[in-house]
Protein backbone atom coordinates (compact mmCIF):
# COMPACT_ATOMS: atom_id res chain seq x y z
CA UNK A 1 0.00 0.00 0.00
CA UNK A 2 1.24 3.37 -0.84
CA UNK A 3 1.98 5.77 1.92
CA UNK A 4 -1.20 8.12 1.34
CA UNK A 5 -3.47 4.89 1.88
CA UNK A 6 -1.46 3.99 5.45
CA UNK A 7 -2.54 7.64 6.34
CA UNK A 8 -5.38 7.86 8.31
CA UNK A 9 -8.18 10.22 7.48
CA UNK A 10 -7.59 14.08 8.76
CA UNK A 11 -9.95 16.70 9.25
CA UNK A 12 -6.48 18.73 7.96
CA UNK A 13 -6.86 16.95 4.59
CA UNK A 14 -10.12 17.40 3.74
CA UNK A 15 -10.49 20.02 1.10
CA UNK A 16 -11.96 23.17 1.87
CA UNK A 17 -15.51 23.37 -0.41
CA UNK A 18 -16.90 19.88 1.18
CA UNK A 19 -16.22 21.47 4.38
CA UNK A 20 -17.96 24.16 4.44
CA UNK A 21 -20.53 23.47 2.48
CA UNK A 22 -20.97 21.07 5.79
CA UNK A 23 -20.55 24.10 7.89
CA UNK A 24 -23.43 25.52 6.31
CA UNK A 25 -26.43 23.50 7.54
CA UNK A 26 -25.15 23.99 10.88
CA UNK A 27 -26.97 26.24 13.25
CA UNK A 28 -25.36 29.29 15.04
CA UNK A 29 -24.44 27.45 18.07
CA UNK A 30 -23.03 24.63 16.00
CA UNK A 31 -20.89 26.81 14.24
CA UNK A 32 -19.89 28.08 16.93
CA UNK A 33 -18.79 24.94 18.92
CA UNK A 34 -16.47 24.65 15.48
CA UNK A 35 -14.62 27.36 16.50
CA UNK A 36 -13.37 25.36 19.67
CA UNK A 37 -12.56 21.68 18.11
CA UNK A 38 -9.43 22.10 15.87
CA UNK A 39 -7.51 25.51 14.71
CA UNK A 40 -8.80 24.58 10.88
CA UNK A 41 -12.53 24.25 11.70
CA UNK A 42 -12.11 27.80 13.95
CA UNK A 43 -10.94 29.44 10.54
CA UNK A 44 -13.90 27.78 8.41
CA UNK A 45 -16.57 28.93 11.15
CA UNK A 46 -15.27 32.62 10.40
CA UNK A 47 -15.60 32.45 6.73
CA UNK A 48 -17.82 35.09 6.18
CA UNK A 49 -21.01 34.11 3.76
CA UNK A 50 -21.90 31.50 6.56
CA UNK A 51 -22.83 34.07 8.67
CA UNK A 52 -24.96 35.44 5.82
CA UNK A 53 -27.71 33.29 7.20
CA UNK A 54 -27.44 33.02 10.07
CA UNK A 55 -27.85 37.22 10.36
CA UNK A 56 -31.28 36.94 7.85
CA UNK A 57 -32.66 33.72 9.89
CA UNK A 58 -32.51 35.33 13.52
CA UNK A 59 -31.95 39.34 12.84
CA UNK A 60 -33.97 40.17 9.51
CA UNK A 61 -30.35 41.15 8.27
CA UNK A 62 -30.32 41.58 4.30
CA UNK A 63 -27.37 42.51 1.97
CA UNK A 64 -28.48 45.86 1.39
CA UNK A 65 -28.44 47.00 5.41
CA UNK A 66 -24.87 45.05 5.98
CA UNK A 67 -24.12 47.32 3.20
CA UNK A 68 -24.78 50.57 5.50
CA UNK A 69 -23.25 49.09 8.20
CA UNK A 70 -20.06 48.35 6.26
CA UNK A 71 -19.62 45.42 8.69
CA UNK A 72 -18.79 41.55 8.15
CA UNK A 73 -21.83 39.10 8.29
CA UNK A 74 -20.63 37.58 11.42
CA UNK A 75 -19.67 40.97 13.14
CA UNK A 76 -23.21 42.23 12.57
CA UNK A 77 -24.17 38.73 14.21
CA UNK A 78 -21.87 39.01 17.16
CA UNK A 79 -23.13 42.70 17.50
CA UNK A 80 -26.85 41.60 17.61
CA UNK A 81 -26.10 38.49 19.93
CA UNK A 82 -25.05 40.85 22.52
CA UNK A 83 -28.19 42.88 22.86
CA UNK A 84 -30.90 40.68 21.78
CA UNK A 85 -29.07 37.36 22.04
CA UNK A 86 -31.80 36.65 25.07
CA UNK A 87 -34.62 37.07 22.63
CA UNK A 88 -33.04 35.15 19.80
CA UNK A 89 -36.28 32.27 19.63
CA UNK A 90 -38.78 35.34 19.45
CA UNK A 91 -36.44 38.30 17.74
CA UNK A 92 -37.29 37.87 13.97
CA UNK A 93 -40.96 37.00 14.36
CA UNK A 94 -41.73 39.64 16.43
CA UNK A 95 -39.50 42.19 14.16
CA UNK A 96 -41.27 40.96 11.04
CA UNK A 97 -43.99 41.49 12.34
CA UNK A 98 -44.12 44.83 13.34
CA UNK A 99 -42.07 45.85 10.26
CA UNK A 100 -45.05 44.58 8.46
CA UNK A 101 -47.49 46.37 10.36
CA UNK A 102 -45.59 49.49 9.92
CA UNK A 103 -45.56 48.89 6.06
CA UNK A 104 -49.17 48.25 5.97
CA UNK A 105 -50.88 51.08 8.49
CA UNK A 106 -48.07 53.35 6.47
CA UNK A 107 -50.35 52.94 3.09
CA UNK A 108 -53.58 53.30 5.15
CA UNK A 109 -53.38 54.50 8.38
CA UNK A 110 -49.80 56.87 8.61
CA UNK A 111 -51.43 58.89 11.67
CA UNK A 112 -51.55 55.70 13.37
CA UNK A 113 -47.99 54.89 13.07
CA UNK A 114 -46.78 58.26 14.20
CA UNK A 115 -48.18 57.46 17.48
CA UNK A 116 -45.56 54.52 17.86
CA UNK A 117 -42.65 54.91 20.60
CA UNK A 118 -39.28 54.03 19.77
CA UNK A 119 -37.80 50.94 21.39
CA UNK A 120 -36.53 50.50 25.00
CA UNK A 121 -33.64 49.26 26.40
CA UNK A 122 -32.69 46.47 28.90
CA UNK A 123 -32.07 48.53 31.74
CA UNK A 124 -35.49 50.24 31.41
CA UNK A 125 -37.16 46.38 31.24
CA UNK A 126 -34.95 45.81 34.03
CA UNK A 127 -36.03 48.21 36.24
CA UNK A 128 -40.20 47.82 35.41
CA UNK A 129 -39.50 43.58 37.10
CA UNK A 130 -38.11 45.51 39.62
CA UNK A 131 -41.07 47.85 40.37
CA UNK A 132 -43.45 45.32 40.26
CA UNK A 133 -41.82 42.42 41.48
CA UNK A 134 -42.59 40.12 38.72
CA UNK A 135 -40.66 39.06 35.43
CA UNK A 136 -41.88 40.12 32.29
CA UNK A 137 -41.97 37.05 29.63
CA UNK A 138 -38.97 37.42 27.46
CA UNK A 139 -41.62 37.52 24.18
CA UNK A 140 -43.03 40.61 25.58
CA UNK A 141 -39.88 41.82 26.48
CA UNK A 142 -38.34 41.42 22.75
CA UNK A 143 -41.61 42.99 20.97
CA UNK A 144 -40.64 46.44 23.29
CA UNK A 145 -37.23 46.19 22.44
CA UNK A 146 -38.63 46.90 18.97
CA UNK A 147 -41.51 49.50 20.09
CA UNK A 148 -42.63 50.68 23.52
CA UNK A 149 -45.97 50.07 22.41
CA UNK A 150 -47.64 53.80 21.28
CA UNK A 151 -48.96 57.02 23.02
CA UNK A 152 -52.31 57.30 24.62
CA UNK A 153 -54.51 58.18 21.34
CA UNK A 154 -57.15 57.67 19.22
CA UNK A 155 -57.47 55.13 17.15
CA UNK A 156 -55.89 52.84 18.88
CA UNK A 157 -53.23 50.60 17.39
CA UNK A 158 -55.15 47.07 19.07
CA UNK A 159 -58.35 47.56 17.18
CA UNK A 160 -61.74 49.16 17.43
CA UNK A 161 -65.86 48.98 17.61
CA UNK A 162 -68.18 51.62 16.90
CA UNK A 163 -71.90 51.30 17.17
CA UNK A 164 -74.34 54.29 17.38
CA UNK A 165 -73.39 54.79 21.34
CA UNK A 166 -70.47 52.55 21.87
CA UNK A 167 -67.00 53.38 20.84
CA UNK A 168 -63.90 50.98 21.64
CA UNK A 169 -60.45 51.73 20.47
CA UNK A 170 -57.89 50.12 22.38
CA UNK A 171 -53.78 51.25 22.38
CA UNK A 172 -50.69 49.36 22.91
CA UNK A 173 -49.87 50.42 26.23
CA UNK A 174 -46.14 51.91 26.76
CA UNK A 175 -44.04 49.85 29.40
CA UNK A 176 -44.28 52.84 32.08
CA UNK A 177 -48.24 52.92 31.74
CA UNK A 178 -48.34 49.30 31.83
CA UNK A 179 -46.61 49.12 34.88
CA UNK A 180 -48.18 51.87 36.69
CA UNK A 181 -51.87 49.61 35.90
CA UNK A 182 -49.85 46.57 37.60
CA UNK A 183 -52.97 44.56 39.58
CA UNK A 184 -52.06 43.16 42.85
CA UNK A 185 -55.77 43.37 43.66
CA UNK A 186 -57.68 40.08 44.20
CA UNK A 187 -59.02 38.89 41.46
CA UNK A 188 -56.52 40.48 39.27
CA UNK A 189 -53.07 39.29 41.32
CA UNK A 190 -50.08 39.92 39.27
CA UNK A 191 -51.66 40.54 36.49
CA UNK A 192 -50.38 43.20 33.43
CA UNK A 193 -52.42 45.71 30.91
CA UNK A 194 -51.01 44.89 27.60
CA UNK A 195 -53.68 47.44 25.94
CA UNK A 196 -56.25 50.46 27.57
CA UNK A 197 -59.17 52.20 25.96
CA UNK A 198 -59.48 55.49 27.18
CA UNK A 199 -63.48 55.49 26.13
CA UNK A 200 -63.94 52.16 28.24
CA UNK A 201 -60.96 51.75 30.80
CA UNK A 202 -61.52 48.33 29.32
CA UNK A 203 -58.12 46.38 28.91
CA UNK A 204 -56.51 43.23 27.97
CA UNK A 205 -54.46 41.39 30.84
CA UNK A 206 -51.61 39.58 31.03
CA UNK A 207 -51.00 36.85 34.43
CA UNK A 208 -47.07 37.27 35.00
CA UNK A 209 -47.63 34.11 37.42
CA UNK A 210 -50.06 31.22 37.15
CA UNK A 211 -52.56 31.99 39.73
CA UNK A 212 -56.26 32.38 40.67
CA UNK A 213 -56.70 29.99 37.77
CA UNK A 214 -54.95 31.55 35.25
CA UNK A 215 -52.01 30.40 32.96
CA UNK A 216 -49.21 31.58 33.13
CA UNK A 217 -48.76 34.83 30.46
CA UNK A 218 -52.25 34.05 29.55
CA UNK A 219 -54.00 37.10 28.00
CA UNK A 220 -57.67 38.02 28.42
CA UNK A 221 -60.38 40.66 28.65
CA UNK A 222 -61.52 41.03 32.63
CA UNK A 223 -65.02 40.21 32.88
CA UNK A 224 -67.01 40.96 36.43
CA UNK A 225 -69.12 38.15 37.80
CA UNK A 226 -72.34 40.24 38.32
CA UNK A 227 -73.99 37.75 40.13
CA UNK A 228 -71.12 37.37 42.82
CA UNK A 229 -71.27 38.58 46.30
CA UNK A 230 -67.88 39.04 46.05
CA UNK A 231 -66.32 41.72 44.03
CA UNK A 232 -62.92 39.61 43.30
CA UNK A 233 -65.03 36.99 41.57
CA UNK A 234 -63.65 37.71 37.78
CA UNK A 235 -64.19 35.48 34.70
CA UNK A 236 -62.44 36.32 31.83
CA UNK A 237 -62.31 35.86 27.94
CA UNK A 238 -59.26 34.77 26.84
CA UNK A 239 -57.42 36.17 23.85
CA UNK A 240 -54.20 34.47 23.88
CA UNK A 241 -51.79 31.89 25.30
CA UNK A 242 -48.78 34.08 24.81
CA UNK A 243 -47.84 37.45 24.16
CA UNK A 244 -45.85 36.31 21.05
CA UNK A 245 -48.88 33.78 19.97
CA UNK A 246 -51.79 37.45 20.76
CA UNK A 247 -49.64 39.85 18.77
CA UNK A 248 -48.51 38.08 15.45
CA UNK A 249 -51.79 36.57 15.27
CA UNK A 250 -53.59 39.58 15.14
CA UNK A 251 -51.00 41.54 13.23
CA UNK A 252 -51.30 38.81 10.53
CA UNK A 253 -55.16 39.31 10.57
CA UNK A 254 -54.70 43.08 10.29
CA UNK A 255 -52.24 42.75 7.49
CA UNK A 256 -54.10 40.16 5.31
CA UNK A 257 -57.30 42.09 5.46
CA UNK A 258 -59.01 40.15 7.58
CA UNK A 259 -59.79 43.61 9.74
CA UNK A 260 -60.80 45.89 7.71
CA UNK A 261 -59.63 49.44 7.47
CA UNK A 262 -62.78 51.82 8.65
CA UNK A 263 -62.37 55.58 8.61
CA UNK A 264 -58.46 55.32 9.30
CA UNK A 265 -59.26 53.10 12.07
CA UNK A 266 -58.96 49.09 12.21
CA UNK A 267 -61.85 47.17 13.08
CA UNK A 268 -61.90 43.84 14.36
CA UNK A 269 -64.64 42.20 12.15
CA UNK A 270 -63.89 38.84 11.53
CA UNK A 271 -65.14 37.81 7.86
CA UNK A 272 -65.77 34.11 7.24
CA UNK A 273 -65.46 33.61 3.14
CA UNK A 274 -68.50 31.47 3.90
CA UNK A 275 -70.78 33.53 4.80
CA UNK A 276 -71.48 35.05 1.05
CA UNK A 277 -74.64 34.82 -0.89
CA UNK A 278 -76.15 36.04 -3.79
CA UNK A 279 -79.21 36.11 -5.53
CA UNK A 280 -79.51 37.63 -8.98
CA UNK A 281 -77.58 40.89 -9.22
CA UNK A 282 -77.27 41.08 -5.46
CA UNK A 283 -74.45 39.69 -3.14
CA UNK A 284 -75.17 40.11 0.71
CA UNK A 285 -71.50 39.11 3.10
CA UNK A 286 -71.80 38.82 6.44
CA UNK A 287 -68.72 39.98 9.29
CA UNK A 288 -68.97 39.55 12.58
CA UNK A 289 -67.50 40.36 15.89
CA UNK A 290 -67.47 40.23 19.61
CA UNK A 291 -67.67 42.30 21.99
CA UNK A 292 -66.50 41.81 25.68
CA UNK A 293 -67.21 45.02 27.50
CA UNK A 294 -71.12 44.31 26.93
CA UNK A 295 -71.17 40.95 27.60
CA UNK A 296 -71.05 38.82 30.85
CA UNK A 297 -70.60 34.77 32.06
CA UNK A 298 -72.63 35.42 35.15
CA UNK A 299 -75.48 36.17 33.77
CA UNK A 300 -75.27 34.52 30.10
CA UNK A 301 -75.26 38.04 28.04
CA UNK A 302 -72.83 37.42 25.52
CA UNK A 303 -72.79 40.70 22.99
CA UNK A 304 -71.87 40.57 18.84
CA UNK A 305 -72.09 42.95 16.40
CA UNK A 306 -72.49 42.39 12.79
CA UNK A 307 -71.65 43.73 9.65
CA UNK A 308 -73.33 43.57 6.63
CA UNK A 309 -72.25 44.42 3.19
CA UNK A 310 -75.40 44.38 -0.49
CA UNK A 311 -73.96 44.85 -3.15
CA UNK A 312 -75.24 44.93 -6.91
CA UNK A 313 -72.96 44.08 -9.56
CA UNK A 314 -71.61 47.27 -11.56
CA UNK A 315 -72.61 44.50 -14.50
CA UNK A 316 -76.24 44.61 -14.05
CA UNK A 317 -78.62 46.49 -16.00
CA UNK A 318 -80.31 49.89 -14.90
CA UNK A 319 -83.91 48.91 -14.79
CA UNK A 320 -81.94 46.13 -11.51
CA UNK A 321 -82.35 49.22 -9.61
CA UNK A 322 -84.20 48.68 -6.10
CA UNK A 323 -84.76 49.74 -2.74
CA UNK A 324 -85.34 47.58 0.30
CA UNK A 325 -88.41 47.23 1.76
CA UNK A 326 -88.27 45.06 4.79
CA UNK A 327 -86.29 41.99 6.48
CA UNK A 328 -86.54 38.76 7.80
CA UNK A 329 -84.28 36.97 10.37
CA UNK A 330 -84.07 33.56 11.72
CA UNK A 331 -82.12 33.90 15.05
CA UNK A 332 -80.79 30.07 16.43
CA UNK A 333 -78.83 30.06 19.94
CA UNK A 334 -77.00 27.27 21.19
CA UNK A 335 -79.79 24.95 22.15
CA UNK A 336 -81.94 25.02 19.25
CA UNK A 337 -83.99 28.39 20.43
CA UNK A 338 -85.66 30.26 17.97
CA UNK A 339 -86.94 33.17 17.24
CA UNK A 340 -87.94 34.96 14.03
CA UNK A 341 -87.89 38.87 13.12
CA UNK A 342 -89.56 40.54 11.07
CA UNK A 343 -89.49 44.44 10.92
CA UNK A 344 -89.33 47.26 8.09
CA UNK A 345 -85.86 48.40 6.55
CA UNK A 346 -82.95 48.22 8.44
CA UNK A 347 -81.66 49.89 11.23
CA UNK A 348 -84.17 52.88 9.95
CA UNK A 349 -83.17 53.23 6.28
CA UNK A 350 -84.47 51.71 3.50
CA UNK A 351 -81.41 51.98 0.58
CA UNK A 352 -81.61 52.12 -2.86
CA UNK A 353 -79.62 49.79 -4.35
CA UNK A 354 -78.43 50.19 -7.97
CA UNK A 355 -75.49 48.67 -10.73
CA UNK A 356 -71.92 49.28 -8.28
CA UNK A 357 -73.60 50.47 -5.53
CA UNK A 358 -72.59 49.26 -1.87
CA UNK A 359 -74.66 49.65 0.93
CA UNK A 360 -73.15 48.51 4.48
CA UNK A 361 -74.75 48.93 8.17
CA UNK A 362 -73.65 47.61 11.41
CA UNK A 363 -76.41 45.89 13.46
CA UNK A 364 -75.67 43.79 16.64
CA UNK A 365 -77.28 40.91 18.35
CA UNK A 366 -77.27 38.99 22.08
CA UNK A 367 -77.26 35.26 23.44
CA UNK A 368 -77.94 33.38 26.54
CA UNK A 369 -75.91 30.63 24.67
CA UNK A 370 -72.27 31.41 24.44
CA UNK A 371 -72.71 30.78 21.04
CA UNK A 372 -75.55 31.59 17.66
CA UNK A 373 -76.44 32.03 14.39
CA UNK A 374 -78.43 34.07 11.80
CA UNK A 375 -79.50 33.92 8.79
CA UNK A 376 -82.69 35.37 6.26
CA UNK A 377 -83.82 37.56 3.81
CA UNK A 378 -83.97 41.58 2.73
CA UNK A 379 -87.59 42.04 0.97
CA UNK A 380 -87.09 44.51 -2.29
CA UNK A 381 -89.08 46.40 -4.96
CA UNK A 382 -87.95 47.27 -8.28
CA UNK A 383 -87.61 50.84 -8.63
CA UNK A 384 -88.78 50.91 -12.32
CA UNK A 385 -91.42 47.92 -11.79
CA UNK A 386 -92.80 48.95 -8.81
CA UNK A 387 -95.35 46.10 -8.30
CA UNK A 388 -92.80 43.37 -8.82
CA UNK A 389 -91.27 42.56 -5.44
CA UNK A 390 -88.34 40.09 -4.43
CA UNK A 391 -86.22 38.24 -1.76
CA UNK A 392 -82.54 38.87 -1.28
CA UNK A 393 -80.72 35.61 0.55
CA UNK A 394 -78.66 37.28 3.74
CA UNK A 395 -76.18 34.09 4.51
CA UNK A 396 -76.19 32.18 7.66
CA UNK A 397 -73.64 33.67 9.84
CA UNK A 398 -72.03 31.94 13.20
CA UNK A 399 -71.53 34.06 16.27
CA UNK A 400 -69.19 32.15 18.65
CA UNK A 401 -67.82 33.92 22.15
CA UNK A 402 -64.03 33.24 22.99
CA UNK A 403 -62.82 30.61 25.41
CA UNK A 404 -63.60 31.69 29.22
CA UNK A 405 -62.62 30.79 32.66
CA UNK A 406 -64.60 31.06 35.72
CA UNK A 407 -63.20 32.80 38.75
CA UNK A 408 -62.27 30.61 41.37
CA UNK A 409 -63.85 33.07 43.40
CA UNK A 410 -67.07 31.24 41.94
CA UNK A 411 -65.97 27.64 41.94
CA UNK A 412 -64.76 27.99 45.75
CA UNK A 413 -68.67 29.54 46.73
CA UNK A 414 -71.47 27.83 47.03
CA UNK A 415 -73.13 27.74 43.67
CA UNK A 416 -76.51 27.38 45.50
CA UNK A 417 -76.06 31.45 45.92
CA UNK A 418 -76.72 32.21 42.40
CA UNK A 419 -79.97 31.53 40.27
CA UNK A 420 -78.79 31.63 36.76
CA UNK A 421 -81.18 32.78 33.70
CA UNK A 422 -80.17 31.09 30.59
CA UNK A 423 -83.73 31.77 29.25
CA UNK A 424 -83.23 35.38 28.21
CA UNK A 425 -84.16 35.69 24.16
CA UNK A 426 -81.67 36.52 21.64
CA UNK A 427 -82.63 39.24 19.53
CA UNK A 428 -82.54 41.07 16.35
CA UNK A 429 -80.98 44.52 16.96
CA UNK A 430 -82.98 46.42 14.37
CA UNK A 431 -86.37 45.99 16.85
CA UNK A 432 -83.55 45.75 19.57
CA UNK A 433 -83.18 49.21 18.96
CA UNK A 434 -87.04 50.12 18.49
CA UNK A 435 -87.78 49.20 21.77
CA UNK A 436 -84.28 50.65 23.37
CA UNK A 437 -83.23 53.32 21.39
CA UNK A 438 -79.41 51.38 21.18
CA UNK A 439 -76.82 50.09 19.29
CA UNK A 440 -77.32 50.50 15.51
CA UNK A 441 -75.82 52.94 13.49
CA UNK A 442 -74.96 52.92 9.59
CA UNK A 443 -71.68 51.60 8.65
CA UNK A 444 -68.97 54.14 7.62
CA UNK A 445 -67.36 53.66 4.24
CA UNK A 446 -64.36 51.18 3.96
CA UNK A 447 -61.42 52.41 2.80
Not at 2 to 22: K, N
Not at 72 to 95: E, H, P, V
Not at 140 to 145: E, G, K, Q, V
Not at 326 to 350: H, L
Request: charged share 25%; glycine share 6%.
Amino acid sequence: MSDMEQQPLSLELLPTDPLLLVLSFLDYRDLVSCCYLSRRLNQLSSHDPLWKRHCKKYWLIFEEERTRRNQTWKAIFKSFYIDLGRYIQYYAMLKKAWDDLERYLGQRCPRMIGSLKDSVQEEDLNAVEAQIGCKLPDDYRCSFRIHNGQKLVVPGLMGSMALSNHYRSEDLLDIDTAAGGFQQRLGLKQCLPLTFCIHTGLSQYMALESVEGRNRHEIFYQCPDQMARNPSAIDMFITGTSYLEWFTSYVNKVVTGGYPIIRDQIFRYVHDKECVATTGDITVSVSTSFLPELSSVHPPHYFFTYRIRIEMSKDALPEKACQLDSRYWRITNAKGDVEEVQGPGVVGEFPIISPGHVYEYTSCTTFSTTSGYMEGYYTFHCLYYKDKFFNVTIPRFHMVCPTFKVSTARLETNHNEYAMDEDEDSTDTDDYEDRRRALDMPAPSCH
